[in-house]
């Protein structure tokens, strides 16, 4: 079964700190992943997308890296702010032919305290 | 990114009564479109894949009957939930994405959610 766990559920940092979010899937026969923000009672706001192919994706003050042979991709988020609170899902699509539907791990709920 | 729009972004309904929600794609056409639904605290559950022109596939233990499903345009998607109950309660999202229906082509974009609320 195609699954995707995301690590910790929740996480409280001060204001400037560096942080990084995990997620991992089973069957590393991925065709991309793709990083959301979701705001309290919002939809999801795309952050990044890393294609197979891809080792990493940048914007800004994210990076996000995936490792396919072991399963993971990490959020690094540098120089955390207040407004960088918010709950950050990991989603993962497999298959060429499977329509692009993606699956999403349970989110990570990031505080970032001023 | 491209953008994609829901509405009504919140509906309170009686038990038994339906409801319709909308889900459109502004700036480009949408060949596919998915429903998630989403309980509090909880991460996203695909419901169903939409393709133009073509019937709805449910996921496993999603009631085709219950959530209908009509993608009649390039731009527009919509999910009638039946005979609604108190159960049925929940924040639906829909997503769209260019590109050939079946294909997995890129990046998906996401509505901004519509918030049942069945009394």
């Known amino acids: 079964k195609q699954e995707v766990t995301q690590i910790p559920a929740a996480l409280s940092v001060p204001e400037g700190e560096n942080l990084v979010l995990n997620c991992s899937f089973t069957?590393?026969?991925?065709?991309?992943l793709q990083w959301f923000r979701q705001d309290p009672g919002k939809g999801l706001t795309s952050l990044l997308l890393?294609?197979?192919?891809?080792r990493e994706q940048t914007s800004g003050r994210l990076n996000a890296s995936l490792d396919k042979s072991s399963g993971r991709s990490t959020l690094y988020i540098a120089a955390s702010q207040p407004g960088d609170s918010a709950t950050y899902l990991c989603a993962v699509s497999w298959g060429y032919n499977q329509g692009g539907k993606l699956i999403f791990g349970q989110g990570t709920e990031l505080s970032v305290k001023p | 990114g491209a953008v994609v729009s829901q509405h009504p972004s919140w509906v309170i309904c009686k038990s038994g009564t339906s409801v319709k929600i909308e889900c459109r794609s502004l700036d480009f056409q949408a060949t596919t479109m998915f429903w998630y639904r989403q309980f509090p605290k909880q991460s996203l559950m695909l419901m169903a894949t939409?393709?133009?022109?073509?019937?709805?596939?449910?996921e496993q233990g999603v009631e085709k009957d219950k959530f209908l499903i009509n993608h009649a345009s390039l731009t527009l998607s919509t999910l009638t939930v039946t005979s609604a109950h108190p159960e049925d309660s929940s924040f639906y999202i829909c997503?769209?994405?260019?590109?050939?229906?079946?294909?997995?082509?890129?990046?998906?974009?996401f509505g901004e959610g519509s918030r049942l609320t069945v009394l």
């Open positions: 069957d590393s026969a991925i065709y991309n």
């Open positions: 890393i294609q197979s192919s891809q």
């Open positions: 997503s769209a994405r260019e590109g050939l229906a079946g294909v997995n082509t890129g990046e998906l974009f």
């Open positions: 939409s393709n133009e022109g073509s019937k709805a596939t449910y």
